[in-house]
């Protein structure tokens, strides 16, 4: 199953609102990842933030870390057509040099 | 820089021929990592290589599935011979640390008939 895990799996809301999306994880991490993906492109990193952290702040995004629940947030705030795409979080995994990444969230914008 | 490069973008492939899909990392970066994506399987990491040396391939699926990284500047994943399941969009990224931030490429989309 998939070290990181995203909630909810499709999120519709109107531009303007916030968006706020959850990863679980299931071992402890070094550190957690965002990624944004546009449709038929790459992946793209948004932010990183540190297992020893609990917030950190990136433009409209806000991502929060919760070790002891083994989970994170990433709120988008004022959101854009732009902004539509899907987001992916990240964690390393044992000591392993690699990241693993889980099923994403898709965000659709409303104009 | 320019980004990760990976070539060709596109490739329709009849089952049982080879592909070889290609990978130029940026500059400086010490690790490369191959990913598949599709829509059942979402981002599956394929191998990674440190300094070009390969370090894990346990997501390779089979024998058929070959990575290569020659020098710090190019990599290879070959197909032979390839299936219908192969048809996914492969990724090539790279990173400076292996659990740092990864650069991917455009991604190569691959259809097998």
């Known amino acids: 199953s998939q070290q990181g895990e995203e909630d909810p799996q499709a999120l519709s809301i109107q531009e303007g609102e916030n968006a706020t999306m959850n990863c679980s994880y299931k071992?402890?991490?070094?550190?957690l990842q965002w990624y944004r993906q546009n449709s038929g492109r790459g992946l793209v990193h948004l932010i990183l933030?540190?297992?020893?952290?609990r917030e950190k702040h990136s433009g409209r995004l806000r991502v929060t870390l919760d070790t002891s629940k083994k989970s994170s947030s990433l709120l988008i705030t004022a959101s854009r057509a732009a902004d539509t795409a899907s987001y992916f979080c990240?964690?390393?995994?044992?000591?392993?040099?690699?990241?693993?990444f889980g099923q994403g969230t898709r965000l659709t914008i409303n104009p | 820089d320019a980004g990760v490069i990976q070539s060709p973008r596109h490739e329709v492939t009849e089952m049982g021929q080879e592909v070889t899909l290609r990978c130029k990392p940026i500059?400086?970066?010490?690790?490369l990592f191959w990913y598949r994506q599709t829509m059942m399987r979402g981002l599956e990491l394929l191998i990674y290589?440190?300094?070009?040396?390969?370090?894990?391939d346990s997501g390779m699926p089979e024998d058929r599935f070959s990575a290569k990284m020659p020098n710090a500047s190019f990599s290879t994943l070959k197909i032979q011979p390839s299936e219908p399941r192969d048809s996914a969009v492969y990724f090539c990224?790279?990173?400076?640390?292996?659990?740092?931030?990864?650069?991917f490429g455009p991604g190569t989309r691959l259809l097998v008939l």
């Open positions: 990224a790279s990173s400076l640390v292996g659990v740092g931030t990864q650069y």
């Open positions: 071992t402890s991490i070094n550190n």
């Open positions: 933030i540190r297992s020893n952290e």
């Open positions: 990240a964690t390393d995994v044992g000591g392993a040099q690699k990241l693993v």
């Open positions: 500059s400086g970066h010490d690790y």
């Open positions: 290589f440190n300094n070009n040396v390969p370090i894990d």
